[in-house]
């Protein structure tokens, strides 16, 4: 499948209306492709090529997106699939970037997880106590609660369930 990234991500919370208010680098396969952005109020996306790129090619990718990627189903039922487009897929990066950066914020404190029953029951340390005796607490934790699970310790791709 072919690789689509957003780097140097510019996201304004205040002027997100409809859509994210953003604007980023679009790479294709690890090279930079295009620049992109939305203002925000519910219109599609803006690409702009970066040479040696053209418009052609930024058509030529939409069709790729549309081949590759997964179908989506309808949001009123009615049972059909419609494919994906270069504005699905950035906005869903620009999602994607938002989360990890909540959830980086979120894990300056130990964060962990157990399960009990049918739920999962969260627990957060002192956010000074998690920068001068990480360890320390992380021993308490796994004392108190060994079926836990501490977030800090996993990769971001797995803490992101926890957070969706």
């Not at 002027?15 to 925000?40: H, I, M, P």
């Not at 309808?74 to 959830?103: A, F, P, R, T």
Request: include cysteine; aromatic fraction near 10%.
């Amino acid at each position: 499948m072919t690789e689509i990234t957003l780097k140097s991500i510019k996201y304004a919370e205040f002027a997100s209306q409809e859509t994210y208010c953003y604007e980023a680098t679009l790479y294709v396969d690890g090279k930079r492709f295009a620049k992109v952005s939305n203002q925000g109020h519910g219109g599609c996306d803006m690409q702009e090529p970066i040479k040696p790129f053209t418009y052609k090619d930024i058509r030529k990718l939409e069709e790729t997106i549309a081949e590759e990627y997964p179908k989506y189903g309808s949001e009123y039922g009615d049972g059909k699939e419609y494919d994906q487009n270069l504005d699905m897929v950035c906005g869903n990066l620009v999602s994607q970037w938002l989360m990890d950066k909540h959830i980086k914020k979120s894990l300056k404190k130990i964060l962990y997880v157990q399960s009990e029953g049918d739920k999962d029951v969260w627990g957060m340390s002192n956010a000074a106590g998690a920068r001068n005796h990480g360890e320390a607490i992380r021993q308490k934790i796994k004392e108190k609660f060994p079926q836990a699970i501490i977030l800090n310790d996993l990769p971001i791709e797995e803490v992101r369930q926890y957070f969706s």
